[in-house]
């Protein structure tokens, strides 16, 4: 997912978080009440995974579909991202159609699902 699936969302309105190599930018089990988008830098899961960059939603399943993150989120290069609230997400999401935010919700939720069963 990238920052341009949120629609009408000015970055510039919400905190931001600042972040090194190898800090840890969102902890196992943090609760799923913001969304992160990269602004600058880099960030990793693990070192298999594809590196976020700027643009990119961190986790927007799990977002969208658990209650809280699975695994920690941390910087592979310095850089910054916003700290988007659930209220403004779902805000914006409803604003674009009545039944976007639980279409996201419900579509995340069978995502984990799946994964689960294969697991």
Aim: aromatic share 6%; net charge neutral.
């Amino acid at each position: 997912m990238r920052k341009d699936d949120i629609l009408g969302l000015n970055f510039d309105l919400y905190p931001r978080q600042s972040f090194g190599a190898g800090d840890i930018v969102l902890g196992e089990g943090t609760e799923t009440d913001r969304l992160l988008v990269v602004l600058s830098g880099r960030l990793g899961f693990g070192s298999a995974s594809k590196p976020l960059g700027p643009g990119d939603v961190v986790k927007p399943i799990e977002f969208f579909g658990a209650s809280h993150y699975a695994g920690m989120v941390r910087g592979r290069i310095a850089g910054e991202v916003a700290v988007l609230p659930r209220g403004a997400v779902r805000a914006c999401l409803n604003a674009q159609g009545p039944m976007t935010w639980n279409l996201a919700c419900a579509l995340a939720i069978e995502a984990l699902a799946a994964t689960k069963e294969h697991a």
